[in-house]
């Protein structure tokens, strides 16, 4: 079958750096995305990883190796706003996004 | 940057009323569009894929004569709920397909249905 395992909540301190981890396992695989998701709102996209490694963006970093079937976003410079879900979803092989449940991420001052 | 608009953000309407949801790709051309629900703190779930043209695949569990979809071109989705009730109050959010990136799937901003 076809799952995503990510924390179901995180918490980090304004200013601070949080890596969210996600698992995958997926018929075929086309490369994975990590979207942000407002309370309220439609996701936004963040970044798209097909080949190993990372790809930074700013305050954003995402990493990815197929190999283990392993994700992470990684968040510099944590800011009030960046409260919300992170959501990790990988392409299967009929271009298909799978997605999990996300991660609450709460930020603290 | 490709934009995915949708109309309307914010809907209410009666118990058993019929209302239209439209998406669209601004500027791009997209040949196929997919439809999701989210339900309060749960994740997205997919409805059905839609190519131009063509019929409109849905996913398991989800009735195809309540929720009517039509992709007459490249740029315009439409979703229909039929006979609406409460039980179908949710966020719909649309996404599309660049033609020319199949990897590529812009969200729109999602309309919130409540059926009274």
């Known amino acids: 079958g076809q799952n995503i395992d990510q924390p179901t909540e995180m918490t980090a301190t304004e200013g601070a750096i949080v890596q969210i981890n996600c698992t995958y396992q997926t018929s075929g695989f086309n490369g994975l995305f990590w979207y942000q998701q407002h309370a309220g709102e439609a996701p936004t996209f963040l970044s798209y990883n097909v080949l190993d490694g990372l790809e930074e963006k700013g305050r954003f970093s995402s990493f990815l190796s197929r190999s283990k079937g392993y994700s992470y976003l990684l968040l510099k410079e944590l800011q009030m706003k960046d409260s919300a879900s992170y959501l990790c979803?990988?392409?299967?092989?009929?271009?298909?996004?799978?997605w999990g449940a996300g991660t609450k991420l709460i930020i603290k001052p | 940057g490709a934009v995915v608009s949708q109309h309307p953000s914010r809907v209410i309407c009666k118990s058993g009323t019929s209302v239209k949801i439209e998406c669209r790709s601004l500027d791009f051309q997209a040949t196929t569009m997919f439809w999701y629900r989210q339900f309060p703190k749960q994740s997205l779930m997919l409805m059905a894929t839609?190519?131009?043209?063509?019929?409109?695949?849905?996913e398991q569990g989800v009735e195809k004569d309540k929720f009517l979809i039509n992709h007459a071109s490249l740029t315009l989705s439409t979703l229909t709920v039929t006979s609406a009730h409460p039980e179908d109050s949710s966020f719909y959010i649309c996404s599309a397909r660049d033609g020319n990136r199949v990897e590529t799937q812009y969200f729109g901003p999602g309309t919130r249905l409540l059926v009274l």
């Open positions: 979803a990988p392409m299967d092989s009929n271009y298909q996004l799978i």
């Open positions: 839609s190519n131009e043209g063509s019929k409109a695949t849905y």
